[in-house]
């Protein structure tokens, strides 16, 4: 007896042993379960501040969304552990008690009741699909339960129960989820929006609430009832839940900035996440706006509107058409980087090359009378001549023939190249060269360039390259020449005098308007202390519009959309060193009107500078730490003598010979001007 219960021993002992030791070669024969950071998540696009602008499917067409435990409503997070896995931050995996629990009454029913598996075992499940329901199955759920409680913390097996539940169709995650059945992102979410997503797992195609409502509403509020008591929901709170309609419509992923979205994805194709330096809430605003205008304006008609921070040259909001899915309005074309004519948009910048040659100045007189320059004879919009005005009156009235006047003083050549080494390409039809009409508008740019020169306006001078990617904000950049500051400020302070739209308050904005030739463009781009805003409107087929005008249709836009920043308009800087703040009658005598003929004195030699010559590079001596001063040789020319040193006139003696105190190193622009207003002018770089 006692050697059959010994061989019975041995055996059983050998059984197992082999039973564990066939387990243990079974777990061992398993393949590593998939990295968390190998998982194929959807591709998502934010903003400056984390917001989501637009998602893109996996390869597989699924929407896969990641998220953390601190990406969803607490409650729904508290709902969950108590429906599914009450003792998920106890246990090690596998829950004992459940397991006893479930086994007991299935033996009691003949049929299972609850069932066991914890919420890391789901999550094996979902990162190893399996489509048998059988032990072995389940036998491997537990054993891959257990590999990652001892690698993983509680919070990271959350994070991927949230990220890889089933929620009906290509839904995977609580937060595609919430985005398609409730249009917003789980952070805040009803007790009835809760219940739901925590019920849509369990069985996710069949409570598809946009298949079948009444199933999806029978189990959230099954979930109600069953977990009410447990985390302590109030009754009237549950009474209110399970009133609350549910919504058979599916809703449209966000797509936000979808021009941008699609071109920083485009960029760098292998992230997984992009962050823009777009405020989702501006932009959503300006589309809302671009949407509303074009609707009003015709079937045809598309509006851009691009809006930049001055600071560091961050787009916060780029429209790039009124509506992405449009095909009549070519919604997918990116109007802000189309080329255009600007109209007399580019007109300010003319303006400042004057005033930074002192050749002119804000209370300037200026003719505005029939002219001829060989075959171009240039006409006012309205057909109509204002006589003698002021220089600031002609740029706030776009009078055409002061700025061709200008120009052909400045060079069209020389504004072309000022406006390229600052950023802004200018693109001129085939076989053309920079000439007078670019001041009307004979020169194809982009909205997104536009906008950077103008934002150049309110620096003060200087331009930065316009930045759409956070990362890129911490790159150095070095800011580039537009005008010098005085200069600048002389423009922005005219612009910002422009009679504004209807209903518009003045002296808020500086802006400027155009219309390009045939009614093909209307335009509007202005600043603050803050932010510049740049709009087009037309067809994006470029064919004419009749009677569009940027006053008209641009500039109404322009002023909502810095109505809708929310943000009371900034002043500008204050005037910089130089400045002169004058009435035309106290201005030097050059300076109280304008010359036309500048190329040469009716009289005697041209005036000219002799020393230092246009492009020189002067070393700068100091005495005791202070820079020496710089001389400055004048030839020709009619008395009196106007010297001005980056717009700022000089105290000058008899002589030809002036000298001048620099403020440091940097580029200097040296004027002479001659009694009768011919003037020379020379840039030069101290060093």
């Avoid at 409730?182 to 298949?211: I, T, Y």
């Avoid at 966000?254 to 932009?283: G, K």
């Avoid at 061709?404 to 076989?431: I, N």
């Avoid at 717009?647 to 009768?676: A, E, I, N, W, Y």
Wanted: charged content about 25%; overall charge positive.
């Amino acid at each position: 007896m006692k050697r059959r219960l010994a061989i019975a021993a041995c055996a059983g002992g050998a059984l197992v042993a082999g039973g564990v030791l066939a387990f243990g070669l079974w777990m061992r024969s398993l393949p590593p379960l998939p990295r968390a950071d190998e998982l194929a998540y959807s591709v998502e696009v934010v903003d400056r501040d984390g917001i989501l602008l637009r998602p893109y499917a996996t390869a597989e067409g699924r929407w896969r969304l990641k998220s953390d435990v601190e990406q969803v409503d607490p409650r729904y997070l508290a709902m969950l552990i108590a429906y599914e896995d009450k003792r998920f931050r106890s246990h090690r995996g596998v829950d004992p008690i459940a397991m006893t629990r479930a086994a007991w009454q299935w033996a009691l029913h003949g049929e299972i009741v609850s069932g066991a598996s914890t919420i890391t075992m789901q999550v094996a499940r979902l990162l190893e699909p399996r489509s048998e329901r059988t032990l072995s199955a389940k036998l491997r759920q537990m054993v891959r339960a257990i590999e990652l409680e001892r690698v993983m913390s509680k919070d990271e097996i959350l994070a991927l129960y949230l990220s890889l539940a089933p929620y009906g169709g290509n839904l995977e995650g609580v937060r595609a989820a919430s985005l398609a059945y409730f249009g917003k992102e789980p952070k805040r979410l009803s007790r009835a929006e809760a219940a739901l997503l925590v019920a849509l797992p369990q069985s996710p195609e069949a409570r598809r609430p946009d298949r079948s409502a009444q199933r999806a509403r029978i189990a959230r509020d099954r979930v109600l009832d069953r977990i009410a008591a447990d985390i302590g929901i109030p009754s009237d709170e549950v009474a209110a839940a399970t009133v609350e309609a549910v919504s058979a419509l599916r809703k449209a992923m966000p797509a936000l900035a979808p021009h941008a979205a699609d071109q920083a994805v485009a960029a760098l194709p292998e992230t997984r996440r992009h962050e823009l330096t777009i405020d989702a809430r501006l932009q959503r605003a300006l589309e809302m706006l671009a949407r509303e205008r074009a609707m009003s304006l015709g079937g045809d008609i598309s509006v851009a509107i691009l809006t930049v921070d001055h600071a560091g040259g961050e787009i916060l909001a780029r429209v790039a058409s009124p509506d992405y899915f449009d095909k009549n309005r070519a919604g997918q074309v990116d109007l802000t980087r189309a080329l255009r004519s600007p109209g007399s948009a580019l007109k300010p910048f003319i303006y400042g090359l004057a005033f930074e040659d002192g050749i002119a100045h804000p209370e300037t007189l200026i003719e505005d009378r029939p002219a001829r320059y060989g075959n171009y004879a240039p006409e006012n919009f309205d057909l109509t001549f204002q006589g003698t005005v002021p220089v600031r009156k002609a740029l706030q009235l776009s009078l055409n023939v002061p700025a061709v006047a200008l120009l052909e003083r400045v060079g069209a050549t020389r504004l072309t190249a000022r406006l390229s080494q600052a950023g802004g390409a200018m693109v001129f039809p085939k076989g053309e060269v920079p000439g007078l009409a670019m001041g009307l508008g004979g020169v194809g740019v982009t909205l997104t360039d536009l906008t950077m020169l103008y934002a150049g306006l309110a620096r003060q001078g200087m331009t930065v390259p316009l930045i759409e990617r956070r990362s890129e904000a911490a790159l150095a950049r070095p800011p580039r020449r537009l005008l010098d500051p005085v200069a600048a400020w002389y423009v922005g302070n005219v612009l910002i005098g422009t009679p504004p739209p209807e209903n518009a308050a003045r002296n808020r904005i500086a802006f400027k308007t155009g219309t390009s030739y045939g009614y093909r463009d209307a335009w509007a781009v202005g600043f603050d202390g803050r932010r510049t805003i740049g709009v087009w409107v037309g067809r994006p087929d470029g064919a004419p519009v009749p009677g569009i005008l940027g006053r008209t249709a641009a500039a109404p836009i322009l002023f909502d959309a810095f109505a809708r920043s929310g943000e009371l308009a900034a002043p500008l800087p204050p005037a910089p060193k130089g400045v002169i703040l004058a009435a035309n009658g106290k201005l030097p005598l050059p300076l109280q009107r304008f010359n036309p003929d500048g190329s040469a004195a009716r009289h005697g030699e041209r005036v000219r500078i002799m020393f230092p010559p246009h492009g020189a590079r002067l070393e700068l001596a100091s005495v005791d730490g202070r820079p020496e001063p710089v001389a400055l040789k004048i030839a020709g020319g009619t008395e009196p003598l106007t010297v001005l040193v980056n717009g700022v006139p000089q105290q000058r003696s008899s002589g030809r010979t002036v000298f001048f105190d620099p403020q440091g190193p940097g580029f200097v622009r040296l004027t002479v001007v001659d009694g009768k207003g011919t003037a020379d002018s020379v840039m030069v770089r101290l060093q």
